[in-house]
């Protein structure tokens, strides 16, 4: 089963309602594409979709956040080596969390033409299924 992979401003509103202020680790579930498929002329492409995730996305993302001086702190990324208790559409190949200062924060960078520009198209272009998962701690 694919899931879109856009953030919709409704998606986000009540993300944002949910976590309230402070800290939040989202943790992504990632699904490659076999074959990357960037739009026609977006020049910094990748022919591997994992390079273009942490290559191109990252690159972009790294600085839509200096743009808007956030600093989120990568807690974890790399492949999934088991599933120990999961279901059929669980076969992810990366899972990466960072920790945000507020989901507020998170939406600063999101909201950047750098973001659009940069890392937006190399998401679609490289990621075949995502999860996207607010957690915040008690």
Known sequence: MTHELELTEANL???????????VVMVNL???R???????GFEAT???ARQGYYEGYVGGFRAAC?????????IYAGPRAAGVL???????DEIVLVRYPAFA??????????YVRLAKPHRFAVLADWRFIATVPR
């Not at 509103?13 to 800290?23: E, L, N, R």
């Not at 200096?66 to 990568?74: D, T």
């Not at 999961?86 to 992810?92: H, L, M, P």
């Open 86 to 92: 999961s279901g059929t559409d669980d076969d992810w």
């Open 105 to 114: 924060d998170f939406r600063r960078i999101i909201d950047t033409d750098t």
């Open 46 to 48: 990748y022919a591997d």
């Open 30 to 32: 990632l699904r490659f």
């Open 66 to 74: 200096a743009e808007v001086e956030v600093v989120p702190e990568l």
């Open 34 to 40: 076999d074959t990357t498929d960037y739009p026609a």
């Open 13 to 23: 509103d009540a993300a944002a309602a949910a976590i309230g202020d402070g800290p």
